[in-house]
């Protein structure tokens, strides 16, 4: 999967920037789904897990913006990354 995301193209301060940033990455999200559809999942649970990985990795963000800046072993395992797709 190759996915590329614009940048974007407003300040980020700007009350427009989330439905910006939701048009960049509609078609990653879309390219996401159909693998886990020809994968053999169904697109209502392949919707649900996208919602609940994002809202999982949102709270992870809150909690430590930048987990790089941790000493290793101060990080505990998450099961999940924060990198890009």
Same mark, same amino acid.
């Not at 709270?59 to 809150?62: I, N």
């Given at each position: 999967m190759n996915v590329r995301i614009p940048s974007p193209q407003?300040?980020?301060t700007d009350p427009d920037v989330t439905l910006e940033c939701e048009h960049a990455v509609d078609g990653a999200v879309r390219?996401? $789904?159909d693998h886990a559809i $020809?994968?053999?999942w169904?697109?209502?649970v392949a919707f649900e897990a996208i919602k609940r990985a994002a809202e999982r990795q949102a709270?992870?963000?809150?909690e430590d913006p930048d987990p790089a800046d941790d000493p290793a072993e101060a990080r505990a395992p998450t099961g999940f990354s924060l990198a890009p797709f």
């Open positions: 407003q300040p980020t390219e996401i $789904v $020809v994968a053999g169904p697109p209502e709270a992870a963000y809150r």
